[in-house]
């Protein structure tokens, strides 16, 4: 049973977009007539994605339980705006959301494209083609058979955030971005185009490099501040797949820059625009489809359609290697020009090779349970795998960054570029002595935090020169390099500079750590808008006080114990208190506790207990009390050899007072009494609680202990420059986007490429034909 | 050019070789409680949790618990660490570390919740230290 609606506009999508792809095809063909009707197509397909959206919206928000989507993820006591974010915390809505901003980015693919809609629109239609069919077949519009539940189980108290409501759509937008630069290229490989796409794709790779970046970071953030897993990068699965697709993208940003400049380079680029999609595809599959979840933070539940998105993995893979693999002799390849080693495209490319050895290794090692299952036991690598393989390429990065803002295309001798970085250098050893003053003396963190203050300078220097000529708008790469050279710092500050103390504040006593004293003053009882948390009086030793909140509550729902950190933040330094443990306190108790099952034995100081049977007494309940009478029957051997039998009570009261139990003697050991203080039916298990059984009375007394909190806590320096130097970078990634797309329309492509440049007057290494193909 | 495309693919083999070793050297395997006895090297193992067993040393700020294989085989588990969320509900737990002195001695714990959210998130993991994770 299907909730109609949703499920005829999901088809709709798929017959329209295959409609789209077949008139767009017919038109690649010179039906130049048909172009009105395949844009028309495009706008059905366009149309009932949004519909399909929009109905499992209404239906979430209208709490129609009767729907298995709805019933899943969302329930009547949930604010609106997580009930908006219900759309996306299961599989199918985050799908559908992948296609619904697809479909919507599509609208203005086809406007940018120009002289290549046709074939770019075929591609670009066909990627979202196979997430459609997966929607057909595993539909959120799923019927619950009568009747309808009156509440849903609700969202997981762990998405119940205000990230989560912002973070999944800005990472889904970068996803469906992802779909251009490939069509782009594809598209490319099929017409013979080999530079006309790539004008017209940097602003699509820009905006995939601006959003990926964005949500990645996003959740970065979220980690760090709500789920306090302490850091805000874990190398968790989930975080690395859209890691490596966004390494792949930043790598064809600059190839494409490349290209542009150079005419060069242009295999490269095809693979790096074809490598940022399939990796997002292979993302998918890895988390999607189950495989690693005995590895992941976050696990993905197989819903069966593992077999789709390795189909659908498959078939895009084949389609570019085969296409690359069919073209590869076939595209030009520019004689070489000599330059120096120290020239800019030298630099570019050394760029470029990092990230895609970067991205390959990590790939590798999210890869790891795979591969290692197909040759045994199944394995994954320890996140140190990761911290050592990236350091040397952030600082390889680094270098490059910094010293592309003063190598020329045509290259520049050591000197000259010595003397021209000389003044950055010096800030850079400034980094290190002020680092080295305040107490760091790891070499690496010192070589990285070099660098990196080099680098941000030298880019600054770069940008300002930019300025002075009154070019700014075209800095954004440097701009974003100076972002990069900032977060560095910030990583390595932050990480290594760290200092980790675990403590136990008893209530009301003041306990000092480094320069604060911290108190633990109360549990602060949650509401309906504010969940509970523990009060903690933060004085430094200026004499200055202040309150923190780190919230420890009982997701009353689940039973789930949440913790979320509380941080105070300056400008230089974050003191990151997280809450580890709550201890209401106990008075002190004598005795000891077994636990016995139901027809088992256990043998104590050489007496042995026989839990025998438990008879509930129920009458008192059904009478219209409110206690249940147990009856536990013991069979009792003390070391004597001599056999008892016993009984023991047990009163449970259901109003929730303490439970009646009496103490009665150990029947053959002197001085022992024994009492039952929890059974549990289920488990057929009961506990007993012995006192003056053991010789020793010390090892009976357990001390009172005092109410207290366990906190984590962190003072991590710095930090802010990870933030500020991403908003930097991605400020950088925002300009060169206003630039490259207003040079995208301005932009002349040939209807077809001509077969040698006229810049470089010496003929390609191989022969071109040039054939005629798309007129529009 | 042709030169900054040596240095380019020597750089990238320097690096990918880098890579390899790396992945070799930190490839933690799920193992059997026997396995992992036997095992020098980090390992993983998934098991029940026997319910009696815990106990949190708020002195040392330890965690120690028994994980119990589906053959009924015992493995001891300590970690420097609190409970985390859901540990009692725990349908199974990853215990991540090394085996020393006749237990594991946890860096990690995975918790795996008999979860009424099917799909998204069911799990956390819990790195010991904060450092320990990543960054």
Redesign the interface.
């Given at each position: 049973m299907y909730f109609w609606p949703g499920v005829a506009a999901i088809w709709a999508a798929l017959f329209f977009g295959l409609a789209a792809m077949v008139t767009y095809f017919l038109v690649d063909r010179g039906r130049h007539d048909l172009l009105s009707v395949a844009r028309s197509a495009y706008a059905a397909f366009a149309t009932s994605v949004v519909a399909a959206s929009v109905v499992l919206m209404m239906l979430l928000i209208q709490h129609r339980f009767d729907v298995a989507y709805v019933n899943?993820?969302s329930s009547t006591d949930l604010p609106f705006h997580f009930l908006i974010s219900t759309f996306w915390?299961?599989?199918e809505g985050s799908f559908l959301l992948w296609c619904l901003f697809g479909s919507l980015i599509g609208l203005f693919v086809w406007r940018s494209a120009k002289e290549q809609e046709a074939p770019v629109m075929i591609v670009y239609i066909a990627t979202f083609i196979g997430i459609i069919a997966i929607l057909c077949k595993q539909s959120p519009f799923k019927l619950l058979p009568p009747p309808a539940p009156t509440d849903g189980?609700g969202?997981?108290p762990?998405?119940q955030d205000a990230w989560m409501v912002i973070h999944p759509p800005v990472m889904f937008v970068g996803f469906a971005s992802l779909s251009v630069p490939f069509a782009f290229a594809i598209s490319a490989l099929w017409k013979k185009r080999w530079d006309g796409w790539v004008p017209r794709a940097i602003p699509w790779a820009l905006v995939s490099f601006v959003t990926l970046g964005t949500a990645i970071l996003m959740g970065g953030y979220w980690a760090y501040k709500t789920?306090g897993?302490?850091?805000?990068?874990?190398?968790?699965p989930v975080e690395n797949t859209s890691l490596v697709p966004w390494l792949f993208t930043t790598a064809l940003v600059h190839g494409m820059f490349l290209q542009r400049v150079k005419k060069?380079h242009r295999k490269v680029n095809l693979i790096l625009a074809c490598a940022s999609f399939a990796t997002i595809l292979y993302g998918t599959f890895l988390t999607r489809s189950g495989v690693l979840a005995?590895f992941?933070?976050?696990?993905?539940?197989d819903l069966g359609i593992t077999g789709w998105l390795v189909s659908i993995l498959g078939f895009f893979l084949l389609l570019s290697i085969g296409l690359i693999a069919l073209r590869w002799r076939r595209v030009p390849v520019l004689e070489?020009?000599?330059?120096g080693?120290l020239?800019r495209?030298?630099f570019f490319?050394?760029g470029?090779?990092?990230f895609?050895?970067?991205a390959?290794?990590i790939l590798?090692?999210t890869s790891?349970p795979l591969l290692?299952r197909l040759s045994g036991?199944?394995?994954?690598?320890?996140?140190?795998?990761?911290?050592?393989?990236a350091a040397?390429?952030a600082l390889?990065l680094a270098v490059l960054s910094g010293l592309v803002a003063f190598v020329s295309w045509k290259g520049a001798s050591a000197r000259e570029l010595f003397v021209n970085t000389r003044r950055s250098l010096l800030v850079g050893a400034a980094a290190v002595i002020l680092s080295l003053l305040l107490g760091g003396r790891d070499p690496a963190s010192l070589v990285l935090l070099f660098v990196a203050a080099a680098a941000a300078d030298m880019n600054l220097r770069a940008v300002i020169r930019k300025a002075k000529n009154g070019k700014f708008g075209g800095a954004g790469g440097y701009l974003a390099h100076i972002g990069v050279g900032i977060m560095l710092a910030g990583?390595v500050v932050s990480?290594v500079y760290?200092r980790?103390e675990?403590l136990?504040l008893i209530k009301n006593e003041p306990t000092k750590v480094g320069d604060k004293t911290l108190t633990f003053l109360r549990v602060v009882p949650g509401s309906a808008t504010r969940k509970q948390a523990m009060e903690v009086r933060v004085e430094t030793a200026g004499g200055k006080t202040a309150y923190a909140y780190p919230k420890m509550y009982v997701n009353s729902k689940?039973?789930?114990?949440?913790?979320n950190p509380s941080i105070r933040r300056s400008a230089i330094l974050d003191y990151?208190l997280?809450p580890?443990?709550y201890?209401p306190g106990q008075p002190e108790k004598v005795g000891r506790d077994v636990?016995l099952t139901r027809g088992t034995t256990q043998s104590i100081e050489g007496t042995g207990f026989t839990f025998r049977e438990f008879n509930a007494d129920r009458s008192s309940m059904m009478q219209g009390g409110n206690e249940v009478l147990v009856l536990t029957d013991l069979t009792i051997t003390p070391p004597d050899g001599s056999k008892h039998d016993a009984t023991v009570r047990f009163v449970y009261r259901l109003d929730g007072a303490e439970p009646e139990s009496p103490e009665v003697e150990v029947p053959g050991v002197a001085g022992a009494v024994m009492r039952v203080v929890a059974v549990s039916p289920s488990d057929g298990a009961v506990v007993l609680r012995l006192r003056g059984i053991s010789k020793d009375r010390a090892s009976e007394f357990q001390a009172a202990?005092r109410e207290?909190l366990?906190l984590?806590v962190?003072r991590k320096p710095l930090i802010n420059l990870v933030w500020g130097g991403f908003y930097v970078m991605m400020a950088g990634g925002l300009l060169a986007l206003v630039k490259r797309t207003r040079e995208a329309r301005r932009a002349v492509v040939p209807v077809s490429e001509p077969s040698r440049e006229p810049a470089f007057p010496s003929p390609p290494a191989v022969p071109v034909t040039a054939r005629t193909t798309l007129t529009t | 050019m042709k030169k900054g495309y040596w240095v380019a693919a020597a750089l990238a083999v320097l690096f990918v070789g880098l890579g390899l070793t790396s992945f070799q050297k930190t490839l933690t395997p799920y193992l059997s409680f026997e396995e992992a006895k036997k095992s020098k090297g980090a390992v993983q193992v998934m098991g029940g949790l026997d319910k009696t067993s815990d106990r949190y040393d708020t002195a040392t700020q330890q965690l120690s618990f028994d994980l119990v294989d589906p053959q009924g085989n015992r493995m001891p588990v300590l970690y420097g660490g609190t409970r985390p969320a859901n540990f009692k509900d725990a349908v199974s737990i990853v215990a991540i570390g090394r085996y020393r002195n006749g237990r594991i001695e946890a860096e990690k714990l995975l918790v795996k919740c008999p979860s009424k959210y099917q799909g998204s998130e069911v799990e956390r993991a819990y790195p010991s230290d904060t450092g320990g994770s990543g960054i």
């Open positions: 899943s993820y915390a299961g599989q189980v969202l997981n762990l998405l789920l897993w302490g850091g805000y990068w874990g190398w968790d060069r005995d992941s933070v976050h696990s993905f539940i070489e020009e000599e330059t080693l020239s495209g030298v490319i050394l470029i090779a990092v895609c050895a970067l390959c290794v590798l090692g790891a290692t036991t199944p394995s994954q690598v320890q996140t140190t795998f990761y911290n050592k393989t040397p390429a390889l990583i990480g760290a980790t675990r136990t689940t039973g789930q114990l949440m913790a990151y997280s580890q443990q201890d636990q202990t207290s366990s984590e962190t | -």
